[in-house]
T-cell receptor, first 110, second 117 residues
Framework: DAKTTQPPSMDCAEGRAANLPCNHSTISGNEYVYWYRQIHSQGPQYIIHGLKNNETNEMASLIITEDRKSSTLILPHATLRDTAVYYCIVRPTQGGKLIFGQGTELSVKP | DTGVSQDPRHKITKRGQNVTFRCDPISEHNRLYWYRQTLGQGPEFLTYFQNEAQLEKSRLLSDRFSAERPKGSFSTLEIQRTEQGDSAMYLC???????????????FGPGTRLTVL
């Protein structure tokens, strides 16, 4: 079973920041937080991952709380092309399979 | 294009027939994963290989399913005696993995959509 909890859906206005929350209260010390997204009819796409520090790349920022029990994915300026299902996944440092939950369906509206 | 490729993209078959799907990973990736995704659900892990070795299989992988990666490059997933419940998107992903590898995010292919009539 997935070790994360996410809201099933969210809306965001185009050009605004999209903040997607994720709860992972049972995360272990050796587990990373990963985010993937899946645009309709495509395979999932890696976005970002982190252990305990905040991370930023060209796609998004990841904010992890100090106790590591929750995190937030931030898309700073959402576009219509960011409409997708976003999955938050916890995963051991050595890698291996991904266990997907239901994800959050983000709709970016003009 | 140097991404993960899957063939065919779509397959329609009749119940009871056998089907085989192929996945070609990113060339330098030693790990290859198979997932299955039904409508409205997240992908579910089926199995993965490191080089030629099949390291883990899900309980979802019944004895009608078999996966191979004979030379550590491409992989095939075969479903024997298909059932209507096998209708799904079959996704393949590849990554680096193993001791000393810290950069191991998975890159997914476009999937093969199977419809069993």
């Amino acid at each position: 079973d997935a070790k994360t909890t996410q809201p099933p859906s969210m809306d965001c206005a185009e050009g605004r920041a999209a903040n997607l929350p994720c709860n992972h209260s049972t995360i272990s010390g050796n587990e990373y937080v990963y985010w993937y997204r899946q645009i309709h009819s495509q395979g999932p796409q890696y976005i970002i991952h982190g252990l305990k520090n905040n991370e930023t790349n060209e796609m998004a920022s990841l904010i992890i709380t100090e106790d590591r029990k929750s995190s937030t994915l931030i898309l700073p300026h959402a576009t219509l092309r960011d409409t997708a299902v976003y999955y938050c996944i916890v995963r051991p440092t050595q890698g291996g399979k991904l266990i997907f939950g239901q994800g959050t369906e983000l709709s970016v509206k003009p | 294009d140097t991404g993960v490729s899957q063939d065919p993209r779509h397959k329609i078959t009749k119940r009871g027939q056998n089907v085989t799907f192929r996945c070609d990973p990113i060339s330098e990736h030693n790990r290859l994963y198979w997932y299955r995704q039904t409508l409205g659900q997240g992908p579910e892990f089926l199995t993965y290989f490191q080089n030629e070795a099949q390291l883990e299989k899900s309980r979802l992988l019944s004895d009608r399913f078999s996966a191979e990666r004979p030379k550590g490059s491409f992989s095939t997933l075969e479903i024997q005696r298909t059932e209507q419940g096998d209708s799904a998107m079959y996704l393949c992903a590849s990554s680096l993995g193993g001791a000393g590898v810290s950069y191991n995010e998975q890159f997914f292919g476009p999937g093969t959509r199977l419809t069993v009539l």
